[in-house]
């Protein structure tokens, strides 16, 4: 389950935010964000199959993260969400990300 902060953008009359970016004129504009949990990838091009997770990955002496069913290195990726979408309200704007992400639940 993700965890999305969802807020309204303010736009001036002339559908530019208070930092200049421009979005033009038309519908309230939302931004929603939400970090989703970290994912292991394997290094080398030659991945096995076992899955890497928080738990059961290695820590060799120089700190480097290690698969534990083949040995080979892997590294910790971070992804994030970051984007922004028109609805007339907040219950639309969470319909829409919804639709994109079923899993999704809203902060307050």
Known sequence: MTKFNLQRVRLNQGGYTDTGQYFGIGMPLYEY???????YRHVMF??????????????????????????????????DVCDYVRAYSRDDAKSVVAAMYPDATFYR
């Open 46 to 79: 030659y991945p096995c199959d076992a899955e890497v997770t928080e738990t059961n990955v290695t820590t060799d002496k120089d700190g480097n993260l290690h698969c534990p069913t083949c040995g080979h290195r892997v590294r910790k990726e971070y992804s």
């Open 33 to 39: 964000r939400a970090e989703f949990p970290p994912t």
